[in-house]
């Protein structure tokens, strides 16, 4: 059982920049997928950005150059640099961590942090 607490959100400034933490407990972390989703209240959850086992990172079409994502499994956590934050990328963000086994994937969630970008 993997166990994730996201934080570092808050309110900035459109131009800003924040860094979301997210810390695992439990599981084998360098096992894990991990990736940042986002939600706007009454739209879907989206993907931001992911990183895979190798440090192997991806981005949507709408952060990629603004966001970096990274990774230290020594310490089992997972950071999402934001610069250049937009009122677009107002979210509650989510840490998410996955690993596929035979026959089944094994997803975890944090609880989420909000980010707010005034205009």
């Known amino acids: 059982q993997v166990q994730l607490v996201e934080s570092g959100g808050g309110l900035v400034q459109s131009g800003g920049s924040l860094r979301l933490s997210c810390v695992a407990t439990g599981g084998l972390f360098v096992a894990y997928a991990l990736a940042w989703h986002r939600q706007v209240r009454g739209k879907e959850r989206e993907l931001v950005a992911e990183?895979?086992?190798?440090?192997?990172?991806e981005y949507s079409s709408s952060v990629k150059g603004r966001f970096t994502i990274s990774r230290d499994n020594s310490k089992k956590t997972m950071w999402l640099q934001m610069d250049g934050l937009e009122p677009e990328d107002t979210a509650v963000y989510y840490c998410h961590a996955r690993r596929r086994f035979i026959g089944r994937t094994a997803d975890y969630w944090g609880q989420g942090t909000q980010v707010t970008v005034s205009s």
């Open positions: 990183i895979n086992q190798d440090g192997v990172a």
